[in-house]
T-cell receptor, first 116, second 109 residues
Framework: EAGVVQSPRYKIIEKKQPVAFWCNPISGHNTLYWYLQNLGQGPELLIRYENEEAVDDSQLPKDRFSAERLKGVDSTLKIQPAELGDSAVYLC??????????????FGPGTRLTVL | KQEVTQIPAALSVPEGENLVLNCSFTDSAIYNLQWFRQDPGKGLTSLLLIQSSQREQTSGRLNASLDKSSGRSTLYIAASQPGDSATYLCVAGGQNFVFGPGTRLSVLP
């Protein structure tokens, strides 16, 4: 079974440029998460989808970040414009159940973003 | 707001030692507590998941315990091996998943 796929693995951009990250969850997983991980810290949730609905986006900086999950499968996270402080690893995860309280999450390898 | 801390931040031990990693959380209203492993440049791998009604879970050389009333969980690794070297993160699963900062473990051959 294929795991969570993310692309690109690495991205280097200049500040004020836009950037997009793509995630393909494990087949059949209804719940999808985007996390941000800074160096030496644990991941922080940005947004959680159940199917195509964003059920928790309270931590997403909506002035510059946006996300979508068309047809409840793949998801894209966008930053426009990027700032120096956005440099981090962006992780995507998925889990099987619509209720995330009982299932573990399966993580992709992440996209390492560097903003110059 | 849930806050999760982990002690120690880093740990270096010789191969074969038994060790304990600690995790504390401030809000006991959790559904579960999970332990993940993260290798450099890679995503996270789930090790153990303890439901709120459980006290512990075991997998091979790993044993995790949960004490909701005191807001603590421990991960016990028996007979450590160099391949155990990684960062270990605990996650409090409630309304959201809140990660601790991790413990960076190095097991020396």
């Amino acid at each position: 079974e294929a795991g969570v796929v993310q692309s690109p693995r690495y991205k280097i951009i200049e500040k004020k440029q836009p950037v997009a990250f793509w995630c393909n969850p494990i087949s059949g997983h209804n719940t999808l998460y985007w996390y941000l991980q800074n160096l030496g810290q644990g991941p922080e949730l940005l947004i959680r989808y159940e199917n195509e609905e964003a059920v928790d986006d309270s931590q997403l900086p909506k002035d510059r970040f946006s996300a979508e999950r068309l047809k409840g499968v793949d998801s894209t996270l966008k930053i426009q414009p990027a700032e120096l402080g956005d440099s981090a690893v962006y992780l995507c995860a998925s889990s099987p159940a619509a209720s995330a309280s009982t299932d573990t999450q399966y993580f992709g390898p992440g996209t390492r973003l560097t903003v110059l | 707001k849930q806050e999760v801390t982990q002690i120690p931040a880093a740990l270096s031990v010789p191969e074969g030692e038994n060790l304990v990693l600690n995790c504390s959380f401030t809000d006991s209203a959790i559904y579960n507590l999970q332990w993940f492993r993260q290798d450099p440049g890679k995503g996270l791998t789930s090790l153990l998941l303890i439901q709120s009604s459980q006290r512990e879970q075991t997998s091979g050389r790993l044993n995790a315990s949960l004490d909701k009333s005191s807001g603590r969980s421990t991960l016990y690794i028996a007979a450590s091996q160099p391949g155990d070297s990684a960062t270990y993160l605990c996650v409090a699963g409630g309304q959201n998943f809140v990660f601790g900062p991790g413990t960076r473990l190095s097991v020396l051959p």
